[in-house]
């Protein structure tokens, strides 16, 4: 049912839209926190029609699918927030954001919503070691087929002993990289740096540098997330 503005009595009617975005160099060292002032901040100045809570400090309901870990990239990051002018196209939504951007955020595309994201169960991560891993590679492999990777976990309720294997949907390593499809979402998530640093302390080898970026998001059929 559409709602009335009682200044103007102009009827208008909110929808969600969720716009995919790329964050990469630089702004991978952005906090999560910061990443949330700063999308605010563009919104602001785009002058997007956004719907803003009500209250003493209004601001603009924005909404992360899945916050990504300090110092990572990302190929597919996704922001959700509310519009309130209906005839406002997701393609004025690119066109106003998108001169304000700075270097290493680029915008994918903007839609409407299709998946919840309480519906994103895994993640694919990139990665990738800048060099020839060959030696590793047999290691790596045995390590990530193991039944059981026992490691300490952090949680909400403390650090516990789990089984990292339960959160490895799948592997694959390269001459230089490794792609790994992990739980995300909710509490049933993995960060590929705890699986890498189990590794080194069950291998007589060393990891080398490595980067990480977050590919995709899918759900539980693997499903690619939208």
Not at 72 to 85: C, P
Not at 96 to 105: F, K, M, Q, V, W
């Amino acid at each position: 049912m559409p709602a009335v503005l009682p200044a103007s009595g102009k009827e208008f009617a909110m929808r969600n839209v969720r716009l995919f975005y790329k964050k990469l160099g630089k702004m991978k060292f952005v906090s999560h926190l910061d990443m949330n002032r700063f999308i605010i901040k563009i919104i602001r100045m785009s002058k997007i029609p956004v719907w803003y809570s009500e209250g003493f400090n209004p601001h603009p309901y924005i909404t992360f699918a899945l916050p990504l870990s300090l110092g990572f990239e990302s190929d597919y990051d996704i922001i959700d927030f509310r519009l309130d002018d209906d005839d406002f196209k997701n393609e004025e939504v690119i066109k106003s954001l998108s001169p304000l951007l700075p270097e290493g955020i680029e915008l994918i595309s903007c839609s409407d919503p299709i998946m919840k994201t309480s519906e994103i169960a895994y993640a694919d991560f990139l990665v990738d070691f800048g060099s020839d891993i060959s030696g590793l590679k047999a290691s790596l492999e045995n390590f990530l087929a193991e039944e059981t990777i026992m490691a300490e976990k952090k949680s909400k309720k403390g650090i516990k002993t789990v089984n990292l294997k339960e959160y490895l949907k799948d592997y694959r390593v390269g001459d230089t990289s490794l792609l790994l499809t992990l739980a995300a979402g909710g509490s049933n998530n993995l960060n590929p740096k705890l699986l890498l640093d189990s590794f080194e302390k069950n291998s007589s080898e060393s990891i080398p540098a490595y980067s990480v970026m977050r590919q995709k998001l899918y759900n539980s059929d693997m499903d690619l997330f939208k």
